[in-house]
């Protein structure tokens, strides 16, 4: 099993900047990738970014050059900085930790972007 605590979410005017936080704890060495999804009112849940344990990175082009993904392996965290927001940004962003056949999830954290 692992564990996933998100931190960081909250409300925001367009332009502003958040960054989240999602520490991750258990099977630690099971985990392959460690990424971020996202979930609006009315939508499927979308990838957002996503980071190897080496540190490869893949992003959705909506987010490319103002949402940036990195990990602390030592803390077993996993950080999204995002920037330039816009209101089509809100949604629930959850973490997920990619570990082999199974998939964990956090609980969620709510980006509000305000126009």
């Known amino acids: 099993q692992v564990q996933l605590v998100e931190s960081g979410g909250g409300l925001v005017q367009a332009g502003g900047s958040l960054r989240l936080s999602c520490a991750a704890s258990?099977?630690?060495?099971?985990?392959?990738?460690l990424g971020w999804y996202r979930q609006a009112p009315g939508k499927q849940r979308e990838l957002v970014a996503a980071?190897?344990?080496?540190?490869?990175?893949n992003y959705a082009d909506a987010v490319k050059g103002r949402f940036t993904i990195s990990r602390d392996n030592a803390k077993n965290t996993v950080y999204l900085q995002l920037n330039s927001l816009k209101p089509e940004d809100t949604a629930v962003y959850y973490c997920?930790?990619?570990?082999?056949?199974?998939?964990?999830w956090g609980q969620g954290t709510q980006v509000t972007v305000s126009s």
């Open positions: 997920n930790a990619d570990s082999g056949p199974f998939d964990y």
């Open positions: 258990g099977r630690i060495f099971s985990i392959n990738a």
């Open positions: 980071i190897t344990y080496g540190g490869s990175t």
